[in-house]
């Protein structure tokens, strides 16, 4: 992948960094690509150099469970997995550990805010012991029927960001941003940049079509089924232009990392790199 990546205009990765052991339990998880509880300092100065080679840095690790799930048993151990991450990050010299907030599915948002309250503080410090900052995706995990009716991610609107920022201690909790589901929710990209830029830590290149007639079919309480659908950057709604300088204006200078959920782009490893292509050619020329 680094190889690939490489050679065709990409210079960094988020690393996808699940349990060695647990495999995919939904669309997109699971992927092991370092084992982080069982990560050396000899191995991890290894994989930097291996990756430097190609001239490819780490720009995140990846792990996106539901660290508020009403599974205790789950929610333990996601939160033991993200503190190995946290310690990774730290041995890689990776700045930034991406994930969701979580939620339980059957409460309502103000709820998970509240034990979210309860919850976060403790992971928070683990990850500012290790010197690496927590970027929040910004999905709300809600797009297939099980995940009803409040999703398995709280942190996907401005008062859920707020809530947690004020909840936890200093400036280690951020954002790790898609606009794409700001799109689909009818929330402004660059507002949302202008105000919580100093929490930006991560950014996912990662575009949304509003299908008209699922849309219309649906209604928006379906909460976006039927009609969002994730596209690669270029191909949908996401005005990126406007989007790149809003986060040059507001100083940010870290990654716009593809996210390819696009599954007009999917099933064969040729149609994988095609979409990340298109993904490329629409971005680069907006950031030097």
């Not at 669309?27 to 690509?33: D, I, L």
């Amino acid at each position: 992948i680094a190889e690939w990546a490489a050679t065709n205009g990409y210079s960094m990765l988020e690393i996808a960094c699940w349990p060695a052991a647990e495999g995919a339990t939904r669309r997109y998880s699971g992927v092991c690509h370092i084992d982080c509880a069982a990560l050396t300092d000899t191995r991890a100065a290894e994989i930097v150099g291996e990756l430097a080679a190609r001239g490819i840095t780490i720009s995140g690790l990846g792990y996106y469970p539901n660290p508020l799930t009403a599974d205790l048993d789950a929610r333990a151990a996601s939160h033991t997995h993200l503190r190995h991450v946290f310690a990774a990050a730290a041995k890689l010299g990776v700045p930034v550990v991406n994930t969701f907030i979580g939620a339980d599915q059957q409460l309502s948002q103000t709820a998970n805010i509240a034990e979210m309250a309860n919850v976060w503080p403790d992971l928070v410090r683990a990850a500012a012991d290790s010197g690496v900052k927590i970027g929040i995706e910004n999905c709300p995990m809600i797009f297939t029927l099980d995940e009803f009716p409040s999703g398995n991610n709280l942190a996907y609107n401005p008062v859920a960001w707020r809530a947690m920022f004020e909840a936890t201690p200093g400036n280690t909790l951020g954002l790790n941003l898609d606009p794409s589901h700001l799109i689909w929710q009818m929330i402004d990209p660059e507002r949302v940049i202008d105000e919580f830029a100093s929490r930006i830590y991560h950014f996912h290149g990662k575009d949304m079509e509003i299908n008209t007639d699922g849309l219309y079919d649906h209604g928006v309480m379906s909460g976006g089924i039927g009609w969002q659908r994730p596209r690669l950057p270029g191909l949908g709604q996401v005005q990126w232009g406007r989007v790149i300088a809003a986060l040059y204006r507001n100083g940010y200078d870290h990654v716009v990392c593809v996210e390819h959920e696009d599954r007009a782009f999917e099933g064969t490893d040729e149609l994988i790199k095609r979409g990340f292509l298109i993904a490329r050619n629409t971005l680069a020329p907006l950031i030097a």
